[in-house]
């Protein structure tokens, strides 16, 4: 256990691959999305992981305008850092990604550090009637597409992005991501210190297991020495599991429904703050601290919620 060290819970409030038809908890409204995300916070979420849903239908959306009804809102309401996706489609170009960022100039966004064959189609077998007509195609339809993150595309986002001073959040889905990382950042794309974010269990990418966890781990030693902050999102009923062991080994973590939709095997969270309180308890209790929004903003070197564009 790393004595004295301040954890860092980021909550990813909704996310793009769950829908609506799968829990009645997932928000997709702005009001929703606000209301979970500051509830969020004030059980101890120091970061807002935030996707925008198009609020009539609930379908993941990248456009700036669904983002602006709730950011001010958690804004106003919270301290906690937002940090915005540039993920959210598997299928929409990297302007359009980085678009929301570009507008809003957050604290943070996520960077994706490679392509893979993301998919989440065999969840489309477990329902037989969906809320609304899009879904069952988009989730099945997810076995085809490949979520695209060339090196052109991370360097493009990171000369668009570079004047609003937002700390990216990398997101590694399998050990080559680490090494195109090291790639981008002795191109002097990227400047310590760098705050990856390991993605396990996503099915195309590195399966969520401690194992996977220590080899990522060693691997990015190797690579960053100690210019580098860390955390671990682990999809599905991994999540709790492994965020636990990523706090005991020094790290970082994230909960929330975009990454799972449960707070225990066979039952459904009933919000985001549900999760983050359970996991802020089993830290607490094995002696650990949880940190609040400004201690996050200087282990990771954030420019500051005054500097936002919102």
Not at 156 to 164: F, G, I, M, S, V
Not at 184 to 191: A, L, S, T, Y
Request: proline share 5%.
């Amino acid at each position: 256990m790393a004595r004295n060290h301040k954890t860092i819970i980021t909550c990813a409030v909704t996310g793009a691959i769950h829908t609506p038809t799968m829990s009645d908890a997932l928000p997709y409204t702005a009001d929703a999305i606000a209301e979970q995300a500051i509830a969020a916070a004030e059980a101890g979420a120091a970061i807002l992981h935030l996707h925008a849903r198009n609020p009539d239908t609930g379908a993941p959306s990248i456009a700036p305008e669904d983002f602006a009804p709730f950011l001010p809102r958690i804004k106003q309401a919270t301290d906690a850092v937002v940090n915005i996706s540039t993920g959210g489609s598997l299928t929409a170009t990297i302007a359009e990604r980085i678009a929301p960022a570009r507008r809003f100039s957050p604290e943070m966004c996520s960077m994706n550090m490679g392509s893979l064959n993301f998919s989440f189609h065999p969840l489309a077998a477990r329902y037989d009637e969906w809320k609304f007509d899009w879904e069952r195609d988009y989730v099945a339809g997810s076995e085809g597409n490949i979520f695209r993150n060339t090196f052109r595309d991370i360097r493009e986002a990171a000369e668009t992005l570079a004047p609003e001073a937002i700390k990216f959040e990398h997101e590694i889905y399998d050990v080559g991501h680490l090494y195109n990382l090291k790639f981008m950042v002795d191109q002097g794309h990227f400047r310590a210190p760098i705050f990856l974010q390991f993605v396990m269990g996503i099915l195309g990418g590195i399966g969520a297991d401690v194992d996977n966890l220590v080899f990522m781990k060693r691997t990015a030693d190797k690579l960053f020495g100690n210019s580098y902050r860390w955390s671990v999102l682990a999809a599905g009923a991994a999540q709790i599991p492994l965020a636990v062991t990523a706090a005991q080994m020094g790290g970082h973590v994230r909960v929330g429904l975009e990454d799972s939709l449960f707070i225990m095997r066979g039952e459904l969270a009933t919000s985001n703050a549900q999760q983050v309180i359970k996991l802020r308890r089993i830290i607490e209790d094995l002696g650990q601290s949880v940190a609040t929004p400004d201690e996050a903003r200087e282990i990771l070197g954030l420019k500051g919620g005054d500097k936002v564009g919102f």
